[in-house]
């Protein structure tokens, strides 16, 4: 079973058009969605919620699709964290904990306070009064305490120091323990994705680009690093990309397409990401 | 809609000390019309929190959450309601122990109280759908034209009134008009929550 399905979604906006999505979620995995800032990233996200309307395609989350009156109560079993916690200034963290215990069904307290304990996060400080990192281990901790099935996570490490983000991705990981758990979390801090994540999807310019699973995609590609004048000896079908510089030239190529004989580097994802961003094909 | 009307409720937290100072002034204060602004007041309390909301953009927050736009909706009607509720019993009480100690009398009291509680929910049902159509800071705007059109049309119906005096904010009206306002202005807000219910719902976050 898929967490979510989405089909040849379609948005369109005054100068932006989010076109032809299509990918899956599989029940148990995470799915980074990685992109340029004003990709469509969060106009994906907003489209999964059904919190803007579609102008085309299909959405399906936990099996229903996102425009049944049904998708409003399966509301409780989703927990999403926007990439920015919108929480009252006024409120404390048990104030929000209070008004969460009344919006979702299966709250839990217990786990709420822990987490609270867990990120070191005031009782009683003013929301307002919170640093970024705070704000975002808050809006995590909410997310985490309705016993979600699904996290939606956009941008959630962004504008975190390195220590946060790595205690921010530990408490994902942990979450996907459980077998039914999933997580769609979408990022342009790509090093975030490399580490948790079981599938990448690309979107630049609002189009899928890729959608692929992390390991094959690096076992799939890979960088020579070559005299610029060497370029010509690699198989035309077998190269994405190519970046050309005053000390030679990269160029992203498809591992299996090219002779074992040629020297090939292992690449990372945020090179993937940035030769196809650049017009690789 | 428990979780909304407590949010609301911390969110107003320090305007609600303001308000509850408000109405404990006013009540004691000699004349009616002052007791009624504090119930009018009350009636400005979903704009506000409507305006707290915006600033925080609670609204994309709660659009991944199980409320519905009724939920949405309805909860600011009701924090309307129940301030003016509120509002209305507790300047009643106030003035009731005031009285104790002085010689106001009572009568004029209440029908000016319960002028201002119905002037309030005509606030509501007036300016609310404007909200939701516009926003916040348009939908001040109309909010305050609104509000001028209907209080110049209750301020120039009392002056036409037989002795132009202010009670009941301004109309000497008998028993049965008084419950066919009251059923107007109780459909109005009927209306009026259908019609933000609407224009809500046609928002995207």
């Not at chain 1, 790595?166 to 769609?184: A, G, K, P, Q």
């Not at chain 1, 940035?274 to 690789?280: C, M, P, R, T, V």
């Not at chain 2, 009568?107 to 000016?112: E, F, I, K, L």
């Amino acid at each position: 079973m898929n967490a979510i399905e989405i089909r040849n979604l379609r948005k369109e906006y005054p100068g932006f058009l989010l076109d032809d999505i299509s990918f899956d979620l599989p029940c148990g995995s995470i799915v980074g969605l990685v992109g340029e800032n004003g990709a469509g990233k969060s106009t994906t996200i907003k489209l999964i919620m059904n919190a803007i309307r579609k102008d085309g395609g299909s959405v399906k989350v936990l099996g229903t699709d996102n425009e049944d009156p049904a998708f409003l109560k399966l509301k409780n079993d989703i927990g999403v964290v926007l990439d920015d916690a919108y929480f009252p200034e006024t409120l404390s963290a048990v104030n929000v904990g209070k008004v969460m215990a009344y919006t979702y069904r299966s709250w839990d307290a217990a786990e709420y306070r822990r987490l609270l304990s867990w990120f070191s996060l005031p009782d009683k400080k003013a929301f307002a009064d919170y640093s970024r990192g705070m704000k975002m281990k808050l809006a995590i901790a909410v997310a985490l305490s309705h016993r979600p099935r699904l996290l939606i996570l956009d941008e959630a490490t962004s504008g975190l120091d390195p220590m946060v983000r790595d205690e921010v991705v530990d408490v994902f990981n942990d979450f996907t323990r459980e077998e039914d758990h999933s997580i769609l979390l979408s990022s342009h801090i790509v090093s975030d994705l490399e580490k948790i994540c079981d599938y990448i999807a690309f979107i630049h310019k609002g189009r899928l680009l890729l959608m692929e699973e992390k390991d094959r995609l690096l076992e799939e590609y890979a960088v020579a690093r070559l005299p610029e004048e060497q370029l010509a000896d690699l198989p035309e079908e077998a190269v994405v990309g190519v970046k050309k510089g005053a000390y030679g030239a990269e160029a992203l190529v498809r591992r299996e397409l090219v002779s074992p004989s040629f020297p090939l580097e292992r690449t990372t994802l945020e090179e993937i990401i940035l030769f196809l961003a650049k017009g690789g094909r | 809609m428990k979780g909304l009307l407590l949010k609301d409720f911390f969110t107003l937290s320090k305007s609600l000390r303001m308000f509850l100072l408000l109405i404990l002034v006013f009540a004691c204060m000699p004349g009616y019309n002052m007791a009624i602004f504090a119930v009018v007041y009350a009636s400005l309390l979903p704009v506000t929190a409507l305006s707290y909301d915006e600033r925080c953009k609670w609204d994309t927050l709660a659009a991944m959450s199980p409320y519905s736009p009724a939920e949405m909706v309805i909860s600011k009607y009701l924090l309307g309601y129940i301030g003016i509720l509120f509002a209305s019993m507790l300047a009643l009480a106030v003035h009731a122990v005031y009285g104790l100690f002085s010689s106001s009398p009572a009568g004029g009291y209440v029908s000016s109280i319960a002028g201002g509680a119905v002037s309030g929910l005509l606030i509501i049902g007036l300016t609310l759908p404007a909200m939701y159509k516009f926003g916040v800071e348009k939908g001040r705007i109309a909010f305050f034209v609104i509000l001028a059109v209907t209080f110049g049309a209750v301020a120039g119906l009392s002056a036409l009134s037989d002795n132009g005096k202010l009670s009941g904010f301004g109309l000497d009206i008998g028993a049965g008009t008084g419950i066919l306002i009251l059923l107007a202005v109780i459909l109005l807000n009927a209306a009026s929550i259908l019609l933000s219910i609407k224009f809500y719902s046609k928002r995207e976050f």
